[in-house]
């Protein structure tokens, strides 16, 4: 009989579950034994190696790319190249994409256990393509409106790809290829001010990301082929609204420096409120549902809001020996907090 191949975790989880049943009598010490044996612990992590060893080529090869300009010679080398048209490199990279998604395409028809190798191939042409547009962008003006449709362009090309591949990491750059376009085309339309409609860009990503979640919620598990990565789209949604509810807690929805400069954090202390239920209801939502995305990013999202306000209103007014320790006993009555729900749930 073939044993299930498990990593130490896994392994150890099921033997907690086990012992587990048994105690409550639901399996007998036999039974126990017999299920104990038909797991076998993986020597080494090979999946996770392979998984790390890719991300560090990848990371690899952007180093190489900064220490090109960081080499005298190689920047000499490279000088001679400033007088290209920008048409030259966007072909160049269009061709190079061409070709990382060539190889990432033939790989999965052909060695399709291959995950990571073939999602690191489509990762390099998702670069590729960026760098690509980047540099169609530098000959069109920014001014026209084909300006922001290669943005738009490259949402499809990720899209087409993610759903080819079924790739959640390249769907991922689906979603912030669409909040780059979102930020260009309002951009656009306010003459590239910082205000559109009377929104700056934290108040206009609080809603693009509400706006992103509900499609996760109500429109993608009715379209077929968006259904795999509509825990994805959540996620992605989520951290939209919550990081540019935070940034609206601290700038408010002013678009000009100097007078953001002029104004006391209480005057805007009702985005900071906002922030706080939104993310504190959030973790109660997550908690009552048991589901631990939502419950992580409220609970993440509660305390970086609650101590962004702590910071914002004692860093000024207090004694800095007071301030941290203050912060020392507040995370103090975190820790003891998340350890009772941790003892709680543990002997439950």
């Known amino acids: 009989m073939k044993k299930l191949d498990l990593s130490k975790h896994e392994k150890e989880t099921i033997d907690q579950a086990l012992l587990h049943w048994q105690e409550q009598g639901l399996l007998d010490e036999n039974k126990v034994l017999e299920l ?189 082929t968006l259904v795999y990565f509509q825990s994805t789209s959540f996620v992605i949604g989520l951290l939209y609204s919550m990081i540019a509810l935070w940034c609206l807690s601290i700038f408010g929805n002013y678009s000009d420096f100097d007078a953001w400069t002029k104004i006391r954090q209480y005057e805007i202390l009702y985005w900071g409120i906002l922030a706080i239920a939104i993310s504190l209801g959030l973790a109660i939502y997550g908690l009552k549902k048991k589901d631990s995305v939502i419950r992580d990013i409220g609970f993440v999202f509660f305390l970086l809001n609650l101590y962004t306000r702590f910071v914002e209103y004692l860093w000024d007014n207090i004694n800095r020996t007071i301030f941290f320790l203050l912060l020392a006993i507040s995370f103090w009555l975190v820790g003891r907090w998340s350890e009772k729900i941790w003892k709680k749930k543990s002997t439950v």
């Open 36 to 224: 104990q044996d038909n797991v076998d612990e993986r020597s080494f992590e090979w999946k996770v190696l392979a998984r790390y060893a890719f991300w560090v080529a990848l990371a690899s090869l952007i180093f190489s790319v900064v220490s090109l300009f960081a080499d005298d010679m190689l920047v000499r080398f490279v000088e001679r190249f400033y007088e290209t048209p920008n048409i030259v490199f966007c072909l160049f990279f269009a061709a190079l994409a061409a070709l990382f998604y060539f190889l990432g395409f033939r790989n999965k028809k052909l060695y399709p256990d291959k995950t990571f190798s073939n999602e690191t191939l489509m990762l390099a042409g998702s670069f590729a393509t960026a760098a690509s547009i980047g540099f169609l962008g530098q000959i069109l003006d920014r001014n026209t409106h084909y300006f922001t449709i290669l943005f738009f362009l490259s949402i499809l090309i990720y899209a087409v790809l993610a759903v080819k591949l079924k790739s959640k990491l390249i769907w991922v750059f689906t979603l912030v290829a669409l909040g780059i376009w979102f930020a260009t085309e309002t951009a656009l339309h306010s003459e590239w001010g910082w205000k559109f409609w009377g929104m700056n860009f934290p108040l206009r990503f609080t809603i693009f990301g509400a706006l992103l979640t509900a499609f996760s919620i109500w429109i993608q598990p009715r379209w077929h």
